[in-house]
């Protein structure tokens, strides 16, 4: 039996010379949770929207999904008159000191919240427009 060998996420940044671009490891992150869901009186989403914003974050994208089951067994969905239980997903991709900076302050801040946390390579291609 093969010993399994150790992984390592670094956040440091690296020039491929392949795609002259850079890339950066760490994580994304998914957040679960719904539209009617608040923290300080904000939809929950866009609170952590802003959170990334506040910590420097590159960027999160809010997903919504037609429907969804819950930990409880219990299914989310949109409904015609009433959205306040349509699942939404809060997707960042972060670097290691990063994730661990938005960690730390979902545990102060005392939320309850599902997420799903992937090792990833992410980076831009091409050339910026000016912008």
Known sequence: ?????????ASRTRRDPHRGGTDMHGF???FFTQQGRSHHGKPLADWL???A???GLRGATVIPACEGIGHHHRIHSAHFF?????????VMAVTSDEAERLFDRLRAE???LFYVKTTAEFGVVGEADGA
């Open 49 to 51: 929207v802003r959170l």
């Open 1 to 9: 039996m093969r010993p399994q060998a150790r992984v390592r996420i």
């Open 110 to 112: 005392g939320l309850h």
């Open 28 to 30: 994304q992150i998914t």
């Open 82 to 90: 009433e959205l306040a239980d349509q699942p939404l997903s809060v």
């Open 53 to 55: 914003s506040e910590l």
